[in-house]
T-cell receptor, first 110, second 115 residues
Framework: LAKTTQPISMDSYEGQEVNITCSHN???????ITWYQQFPSQGPRFIIQ???TKVTNEVASLFIPADRKSSTLSLPRVSLSDTAVYYC???????????FGTGTLLAVQP | GAGVSQSPSNKVTEKGKDVELRCDPI?????LYWYRQRLGQGLEFLIY????????KSGLPSDRFSAERTGESVSTLTIQRTQQEDSAVYLC?????????????FGQGTRLTVV
């Protein structure tokens, strides 16, 4: 399974756009890239998933370059409630086993 | 059901006792996962069930840990002779495994405290 690397923490202010980048140099051809969000005392929640180029939903955008060795989760105009840990996962090819990395703790300040 | 349900939500046990944690996945979800999350840390993969295939037990930390799943329904994670280092939140997730789809839905977890 491809290993992922992402920053341990990030700080932002309300109303700003936040971009969290994840490196996955060993991504396999069949692997998808998925991001989860986890609030304290809750289980992770699916945010967005993509294979290549750009994916956008009501919550976030996911940018994936052509070589797919990295991806960037973009959160537009964050609020205090977006303070959470964000996990990048790569997989879904031959197996759907989900391996979580250390995640990025995003702290949004007023 | 509406979501993944785990029980109990909290469990306090004495060191050396056995505990059973239960997970009710979303109906129809063929994949089921167990994770352990210690305070302030990330999710540690424990075990993965996929349909009728043999479970992937590669994440179980010791032979004191075991898990079972009946068909595509309820799963039970058992920890024997609990130790203080077993204290953590145990999270269960399920997913409808379609081609290359890995979206998983998590329960609220069981907080286990070993005293």
């Amino acid at each position: 399974l491809a290993k992922t690397t992402q920053p341990i923490s990030m700080d932002s202010y309300e109303g700003q756009e936040v971009n969290i980048t994840c490196s996955h140099n060993n991504i396999a051809t069949n692997d998808y890239i998925t991001w989860y969000q986890q609030f304290p005392s809750q289980g992770p929640r699916f945010i967005i998933q993509g294979y290549k180029t750009k994916v956008t939903n009501e919550v976030a955008s996911l940018f994936i370059p052509a070589d797919r060795k990295s991806s960037t989760l973009s959160l537009p105009r964050v609020s205090l409630s977006d303070t959470a840990v964000y996990y990048c996962l790569v997989g879904g090819g031959a197996t759907n086993k989900l391996i979580f990395g250390t995640g990025t703790l995003l702290a949004v300040q007023p | 059901g509406a979501g993944v349900s785990q029980s109990p939500s909290n469990k306090v046990t004495e060191k050396g006792k056995d505990v059973e944690l239960r997970c009710d996945p979303i109906s129809g979800h063929t994949a089921l996962y167990w994770y352990r999350q210690r305070l302030g840390q990330g999710l540690e993969f424990l075990i993965y069930f996929q349909g009728n295939s043999a479970p992937d037990k590669s994440g179980l930390p010791s032979d004191r840990f075991s898990a079972e799943r009946t068909g595509e329904s309820v799963s039970t994670l058992t920890i024997q002779r609990t130790q203080q280092e077993d204290s953590a939140v145990y999270l269960c997730a399920s997913s409808l495994v379609e081609h290359l789809n890995t979206e998983a839905f998590f329960g609220q977890g069981t907080r286990l405290t070993v005293v």
